[in-house]
């Protein structure tokens, strides 16, 4: 029986072909491996390894996943990976076909393949880009999913390679793939977050071999001899009796010579230093895979059926969302032209305790998302626009002149959908999560900001009151000319802002990284998508390398204007010149730096009194939020 060709058997012999000769068959190179164990994990093995993952011209990630696979051998890592495996896979979900839960289609996904394809999207959140081979079909069915090995992958041209050490392979775009039933997962810049946690394995092993020669040379009792003998051979012939008393337990000496066994001193408070040391690499190791320090390494391994059982956190809602963001438009794309029935659907993980059936007016994220395949924004569950009806009741409360200062309930409205930016990057104000300050003081800004829009608006209303003869209007007239314009605050602009939200958020967060590791890599990189629809100044800035503390990241770190894709990737790169770049209005500020996420004029162009009051309210209303939430 003839063997079926590989993967990449089949796309080097599509997209190059060896010569055939009298001695070289027109066949291709067999796939070699790679020895796992050739590289140290050390600090500066990794700073090398990173470097040639990004080197500009012949990138290689060979040395840096050999450094992950190391690294994913810590037995903390893999239970923490365990951990946001069972939590995953053990989240229900739900099938839309057009407006209709249907519970049949689930019958395609409940398969093994499909536990695969959900191992494989977060191991490439740690090991970076990555392609899942769904493999061919069997009775019109996937079999298995399994991550293509990466070795064989140069990320950042889209190649294939039959040997680790090829700088130039096989090229491969969406229609190859599609062909070979394979996916892409991740960006292919991205080299994952085992960047991080492999820094952090490396500072355990110091920790752990530190701690091993210490109790080597303090930990073990002292042999005391005093003699009285100044001859050299006599002397030597003690020091070798002394050397071998731990294996024969006796002593052979002269009469006169004293012998004493020094225990040593209690070396408790040492070890304590040692363990607290590699205690705060495992803390900062769970932190980055689940966003929370609190579980251990045993509930690991309790199943999937208790790791379901637990609250999930925002980290791993955060994590559902862009899973089911891959499977409606990567994985359901793919099955609908492969034959599956799956035409028109959506597939929607249930990650609330509840579901809530009784608002039918609020669609889940999923089935927005896909009816707006062709916009570039991305809705929360929360984030759903305001109904006519609750505007219209904010225009009557305020006609009648029942408004007194903030309104409340618009206050919470803006408050809610900026909250939920935060979330939707991973944000958590429990005191687990690593940046639950930063969290903190992020919610404040964000509960200021609403309350200076409210006012702004009211503003903007209190001029419809009156008409162009200097009389005040009646309820019909205002409602006709204030509709448009709250619903641009309360619509147009709030989806725009909550964007600027979570940018900014996102950027925060990067930020406190970046302080932490600076040691390391000192230096920050603007990253522009290069595209069309990049702004041109913004594309001048891409590649731009200067000091994390440099004067310049004060007012030019991103984002950098509405819908501003832009990001920072820090590295030990030598710096380059400074641009010249002024960045759009309401955006001169370092929401990491300013722990803020606007600015310090949008909306505020109010008397110092007003702004005064405006801020009293917002520390009263979000105390009281705050207090309604406990």
């Excluded at 030597?236 to 001193?265: H, P, T």
């Excluded at 006519?388 to 959908?417: C, H, I, N, P």
């Amino acid at each position: 029986m003839t063997k079926k060709p590989s993967i990449l058997e089949r796309l080097l012999d599509k997209f190059a072909p060896i010569p055939p000769t009298k001695r070289r068959k027109n066949q291709p190179p067999p796939l070699q491996p790679d020895n796992i164990n050739r590289i140290g994990l050390t600090i500066s093995n990794l700073k090398e390894a990173v470097d040639a993952a990004e080197d500009a011209y012949n990138p290689t990630r060979n040395d840096l996943q050999l450094l992950y696979k190391q690294a994913r051998k810590d037995s903390h890592v893999e239970s923490q990976f365990t951990i946001a495996v069972n939590k995953v896979q053990s989240v229900p979900y739900i099938i839309w076909q057009g407006d209709t839960e249907n519970d049949d289609l689930k019958y395609y996904f409940k398969r093994p393949w499909f536990d695969g394809y959900l191992e494989g999207l977060i191991d490439a959140e740690l090991m970076g880009y990555t392609l899942l081979e769904l493999g061919d079909l069997v009775n019109g069915e996937f079999v298995k999913c399994s991550v293509f090995p990466r070795r064989y992958v140069i990320a950042d041209r889209r190649e294939m390679i039959t040997h680790p050490a090829m700088l130039r392979g096989a090229p491969y775009d969406d229609a190859v793939l599609e062909g070979f039933h394979m996916l892409e997962a991740g960006d292919p810049a991205d080299l994952g977050t085992m960047q991080l946690i492999t820094l952090e394995v490396i500072y355990k092993n110091f920790s752990r071999a530190d701690w091993s020669d210490f109790n080597e040379r303090y930990g073990k009792p002292i042999l005391d001899i005093a003699t009285d003998t100044s001859d050299d051979q006599e002397t030597m012939k003690k020091v070798a009796m002394a050397s071998s008393f731990g294996s024969n337990l006796y002593i052979v000496r002269d009469f006169d010579d004293q012998v004493n066994i020094l225990e040593a001193k209690s070396t408790s408070s040492n070890a304590a230093n040692f363990e607290r040391s590699m205690r705060m690499s495992d803390e900062y190791i769970s932190k980055v895979i689940n966003g929370q320090s609190g579980t251990s390494d045993e509930k690991a391994f309790v199943g999937s059926a208790e790791v379901g059982e637990r609250i999930l956190n925002d980290y791993t809602k955060a994590r559902l969302r862009r899973i089911s963001n891959h499977i409606n438009y990567s994985l359901i794309p793919l099955m609908v032209k492969l034959g599956y029935p799956l035409a028109d659907c959506t597939f929607e993980f249930v990650i609330e305790e509840k579901r809530d059936d009784t608002n039918a007016t609020q669609e889940p994220v999923n089935r927005l998302v896909a009816q707006k395949k062709k916009t570039e924004l991305i809705f929360s569950p929360d984030l759903q626009p305001v109904a006519a009806s609750a505007l219209d009741s904010w225009l009557r409360r305020y006609f009648e002149g029942t408004v007194q200062g903030v309104d409340k309930t618009m206050w919470q409205f803006t408050l809610r959908r900026l909250l939920r930016a935060l979330s939707d990057v991973g944000m958590s104000y429990e005191a687990t999560y690593q940046y639950a300050d930063l969290a903190r003081t992020l919610r404040h800004d964000a509960a200021v900001f609403a309350a200076f829009k409210n006012h702004d608006e009211q503003q903007a209303l209190a001029k419809l009151l009156v008409g162009a003869d200097g009389k005040p209007v009646n309820w019909q007239t205002f409602r006709k000319a204030a509709a448009p314009l709250t619903e641009k605050y309360n619509r147009e602009w709030l989806l725009t802002e909550y964007s600027q939200a979570q940018a900014s958020a996102q950027m925060a967060v990067k930020w406190e990284g970046f302080q932490e590791a600076k040691d390391l890599y000192p230096n920050l990189r603007y990253d522009a998508v290069m595209d069309e629809f990049t702004r041109d100044d913004h594309a001048a800035l891409d590649g731009t390398v200067l000091p994390i503390d440099d004067p310049f990241w004060n007012r030019n770190y991103p984002p950098n204007g509405w819908g501003c894709r832009c990001t920072v990737t820090q590295t030990d790169k030598p710096a380059t010149r400074k641009p010249d770049f002024k960045p759009d209005a309401g955006f001169r500020f370092n929401p990491g730096k300013d722990r803020k996420l606007f600015d310090d004029k949008t909306y505020k162009d109010v008397d110092e009194a007003t702004a005064l009051n405006i801020r009293a309210s917002a520390e009263t209303l979000l105390n009281d939020y705050l207090d309604e939430q406990r």
